[in-house]
């Protein structure tokens, strides 16, 4: 079983930063993949950004340029760095680990509990 711990959310001023950090713990020998979702209130749960355990790296359209996803494979750590954030980033912010359950690529995600983050105008 894998556990997530998330920290570093807060409020912040639009143009601020916000690093968050998530950490696996239990049995993390078949993660595949980290990242971030993020839901803000009555909308949609969305992916933010994910990497692999190659370092490959994905984002949403609206983070690119502005977050920084990265992974400390040895310390089983996900961190994603949010610079210039905008009153639409305001979100709780979830980490997911994605275990390969099998040779044939199924997987099952596990979440953290969420970490808030508000940028105020």
């Known amino acids: 079983q894998v556990q997530l711990m998330e920290s570093g959310g807060g409020l912040v001023q639009a143009g601020g930063s916000l690093r968050l950090s998530c950490t696996a713990t239990?049995?993390?020998?078949?993660?595949?993949?980290m990242g971030w979702y993020r839901q803000a209130p009555e909308k949609q749960r969305e992916l933010v950004a994910s990497?692999?355990?190659?370092?490959?790296?994905s984002y949403v359209d609206s983070v690119k340029g502005r977050f920084t996803i990265s992974r400390d494979n040895a310390k089983n750590t996900v961190y994603l760095q949010m610079n210039s954030l905008k009153p639409e980033d305001t979100a709780r912010y979830y980490c997911?680990?994605?275990?390969?359950?099998?040779?044939?690529?199924?997987?099952?995600?596990?979440w953290g509990q969420g970490t808030l983050v508000t940028s105020s105008s």
């Open positions: 997911f680990a994605r275990l390969v359950l099998n040779v044939e690529g199924a997987y099952r995600d596990v």
């Open positions: 990497v692999t355990n190659a370092g490959s790296t």
């Open positions: 239990g049995k993390v020998f078949n993660i595949n993949a």
